[in-house]
């Protein structure tokens, strides 16, 4: 039996941000109406030219470097993102090539926002039936190619990012007391496509189109989802919510944060939040928050740590760990 241990995290993010303020010169918007309605108050925008392999790349350099392995221990890349450079091939093929991995697998994992979620639970699944000792696992996006600017209640919410993390195979399964992944949860619902998507694509428009989200409906699935998914992690593993030492969630916005941590009867304290600086990243958020609260010193060895998301399709997920 073997389970998937956290090494190392590392992030990238472009050099460009996109304040509030700056925004509110470009569509009718203002600061105070960004903040009280999502909590955002910064972004990311990557340079033009600059591609999400690139991101990924950095990010992965970083986490490789954390993780304290030579790079050729890396026996299998999963990619997750919904902006990848090109139709195909995958997004990952790029970032293998740059860091000079021929031959091992690497491909992309697509569900949006909870792509970083579904990607870890693919990772830990090759881990666990002894395909892969030791995977990076990436969330990596440029949402700013997607957005209709016009659009201030969409083009406010989303950044551009990359996360990753290594994952290490050891033996043994994880639990309250042993370090690693001790459970994985997806979902999806594809009647709520209408909910969010984007208007086109290869195989209907050819082209591809801009981000759409009606959101209120959006905020209402999202908190009821991840309660739902939270409390089944939980009860899959014979844990109650005040076991939980951080929630590391989505970043798509407070309100739905604030909201789901309530539920769960989970104090503020124990939430990590980054929305603020980064806005929503899509499949970069969960390792863009993750990697803040290890380098912060905040996620220490030993503990419980509950990472969850939901996005487009609907697709949502959790992965409960001991790091």
């Known amino acids: 039996m073997y389970r998937s ?3 190392g995290t590392g992030a990238y993010l472009p050099e460009q941000s996109l304040s509030n303020e700056e925004l509110a010169d470009r569509v009718d918007t203002s600061h105070d109406w ?3 309605r999502t909590g955002i108050h910064n972004r990311h925008i990557a340079a033009e030219g600059e591609l999400t392999s690139d991101l990924a790349f950095h990010a992965s350099v970083d986490a490789i470097a954390n993780a304290g392995i030579d790079i050729g221990e890396i026996d299998l ?10 139709t195909f091939p995958a997004t990952a093929t790029a970032v293998q090539a740059r860091l000079e991995l021929a031959g091992i697998p690497a491909f992309d994992v697509q569900a949006v926002c909870t792509g970083f979620i579904y990607a870890l639970a693919v990772a830990d699944n090759f881990i666990r039936a002894g395909q892969a000792r030791t995977v990076l696992v990436i969330g990596a996006e440029t949402f700013s190619r997607i957005l209709d600017w016009t659009d201030r209640t969409t083009c406010v919410l989303f950044g551009d990012g990359a996360g990753a993390v290594v994952l290490r195979r050891e033996e043994g399964a994880a639990n309250r007391d042993t370090r690693g992944i001790m459970s994985t949860h997806l979902h999806a619902d594809g009647r709520q496509h209408d909910m969010l998507y984007v208007d086109g694509g290869p195989s209907s428009t050819k082209t591809t189109g801009y981000l ?3 959101g209120r409906e959006v905020f209402r699935h999202a908190v009821v989802n991840l309660t739902s998914v939270v409390g089944e992690a939980l009860a899959a593993n014979g844990l109650e919510s005040d076991a939980i030492d951080w929630l590391v969630p989505h ?3 407070k309100r739905i944060i604030d909201h789901t941590a309530k539920k769960l009867k989970l ?3 124990k939430v990590v939040l980054t929305v603020r600086d980064h806005g929503n990243t899509s499949a970069a958020s969960v390792p863009l928050a993750l990697n803040t609260a290890v380098c912060d010193g905040r996620i220490q060895q030993g503990d419980i740590v509950l990472m969850e998301a939901m996005g487009g399709g609907f697709t949502w997920g959790a992965v409960l760990a001991n790091w």
């Open 5 to 7: 241990v956290f090494l």
């Open 34 to 36: 960004i903040v009280e």
């Open 77 to 86: 890349i999963v990619l997750a993102t919904s902006t990848p450079d090109e």
């Open 212 to 214: 759409r989200m009606r």
């Open 251 to 253: 970043q798509a916005n």
């Open 267 to 269: 104090p503020p304290e």
